[in-house]
C-alpha cells in the first residue's frame, strides 16, 4: 500500500518531447526541461523539494538536542528530580523527530505496508493493551502510568 499526500494537481510533469542527453554531454538551454516551465511551476517545485530538507533538519535537530539535553536536564520543583522529568524530555524530543521523519516519508510518498506473518502478534498485542487499558479499573494509570508514584493505591 502507497500513501501519497502530494496534490496532483501542483506536480508538474516534463513534456514527452524532451530528449535527454547522453552522459557528459552539454545541454542548450532550448532543451533543459526548465525551459518549458512558466515561473510559478518552477516556483512550486522548488518549494516542493526543500520541503522534505526542513523536515530533515527538524528531525536531526530533535535527536541531537535529545543527546545534548538528557545529561543536564532537570527541574528542581518535582518530587523526583531526575525520573520523569528526562522520560518526558525523550518522549517530547523523540516523538517529534519521529513525527519529522514519518512526515517526510508521507511527503515523498515512500511509506509502504507490507503483507508479512509477523504483523499479526504485534496487532494482537496492541489489541490485548487497547483492550486492558478500555476495561481497567484505573484508566489514567494503565494508560500513562504510575508517574513516579511512591505509593499505587489498589
Known amino acids: 500500500m502507497k ?32 525551459a518549458h516551465m512558466n515561473n510559478e511551476e518552477k516556483k512550486s517545485t522548488q518549494k516542493f523539494t526543500r520541503i522534505p530538507k526542513i523536515i530533515d ?18 527541574l528542581p520543583n518535582v518530587p523526583s528530580v531526575l525520573e520523569l522529568n528526562k522520560q518526558m ?26 503483507k508479512n506473518v509477523l ?5 494482537v498485542l496492541i489489541l490485548i493493551f487497547a483492550l486492558n487499558t478500555i476495561f481497567s479499573i484505573y484508566r489514567d494509570q494503565s494508560m500513562w502510568g504510575a508517574l513516579g508514584l511512591k505509593e499505587c493505591h489498589w
Open 89 to 114: 524530555l525523550i518522549v517530547l524530543l523523540g516523538g517529534i523527530a519521529f513525527l519529522a521523519w514519518i512526515g517526510k516519508l508521507a511527503w515523498e510518498g515512500k511509506i509502504r505496508v507490507k
Open 57 to 74: 533538519l527538524i528531525a536531526i535537530g530533535a535527536v541531537y538536542l535529545l543527546a545534548f539535553l538528557v545529561p543536564i536536564f532537570f
Open 3 to 34: 500513501i501519497n499526500l502530494r496534490n496532483e494537481a501542483t506536480t508538474t510533469q516534463r513534456p514527452a518531447a524532451v530528449n535527454r542527453p547522453q552522459v557528459g554531454s552539454e545541454m542548450r538551454p532550448a532543451e533543459r526541461p526548465e
Open 119 to 123: 504483523l499479526i502478534p504485534i496487532l
